[in-house]
């Protein structure tokens, strides 16, 4: 079946640096993916949409300048977290619907991400 | 706006017991409802859905149906395992939103031996 997966699962950074995730549909094309950002023992807040061949959409309060969002090819999102800082570490994860099976919602495996 | 609101966790439960999550809903149109489960230390996986009224979602023994009347799309399962243990998530997703769905704030499970 269809599998959306993510890179990297865990990734600790240095404050100050920038770090990239990467989110893949493995056997379908996904115009459209979505990146969720959830905290310890809470819910998933929608951040942003990303939008293939586009400029991504931000949900309110989201920096867009500071959450970069690449949606370069029919397969691959990227999400860049420039100039990291501890308040960043969270659980990062992204989803893709793939419209030819009735718009069914796959998540990747999310990726932790940690701010040192 | 559009919103999913969840009974609060923590839940614990003796093995066997009869579990129910409550889930209400706040929106619009006519949504997708959806229950995840996120296991410790993991990503997001789909349990069950329904797509309109009165459907009724089941998976691995949990069932819930859509209450357009009630806004309510809660989670059953009759008799729970130790491996039920996990955060519950209620979502919606509106018709022509193309995917994006909405939360509620999760309901963790836990059960005993």
């Known amino acids: 079946g269809a599998v959306v997966s993510q890179h990297p699962s865990r990734v600790i950074c240095k404050s100050g640096t920038s770090v990239k995730i990467e989110c893949r549909s493995l056997d379908f094309q996904a115009t459209t993916m979505f990146w969720y950002r959830q905290f310890p023992k809470q819910s998933l807040m929608l951040m942003a949409t990303s939008n293939e061949g586009s400029k991504a959409t931000y949900e309110q309060g989201v920096e867009k300048d500071k959450f970069l969002i690449n949606h370069a090819s029919l397969t691959l999102s990227t999400l860049t977290v420039t100039s990291a800082h501890p308040e960043d570490s969270s659980f990062y994860i992204c989803?893709?619907?793939?419209?030819?099976?009735?718009?069914?919602?796959?998540f990747g495996e999310g990726s932790w991400l940690t701010v040192v | 706006g559009n919103s999913v609101t969840q009974m609060e966790g923590p839940v614990t439960l003796s093995e066997e017991a009869f579990l129910t999550i409550n889930c209400t809903y706040t929106?619009?149109?006519?949504?997708?409802l959806f229950w995840y489960v996120q296991y410790p230390g993991e990503g997001l996986q789909l349990l069950l859905k329904?797509?309109?009224?009165?459907d009724k979602g089941s998976n691995k023994g949990f069932e819930a149906t859509y209450r357009k009347e009630t806004t309510s799309f809660h989670l059953e399962k009759g008799s729970v395992q130790v491996s039920d243990s996990a955060v519950y998530f209620c979502?919606?997703?509106?018709?022509?939103?193309?995917?994006?769905?909405?939360f509620g704030q999760g309901t963790e499970l836990s059960v005993k031996p």
């Open positions: 329904a797509t309109k009224a009165d």
């Open positions: 989803s893709a619907p793939e419209y030819s099976s009735g718009n069914t919602i796959y």
């Open positions: 979502a919606l997703s509106e018709e022509n939103q193309g995917g994006k769905l909405i």
């Open positions: 929106a619009t149109g006519y949504p997708s």
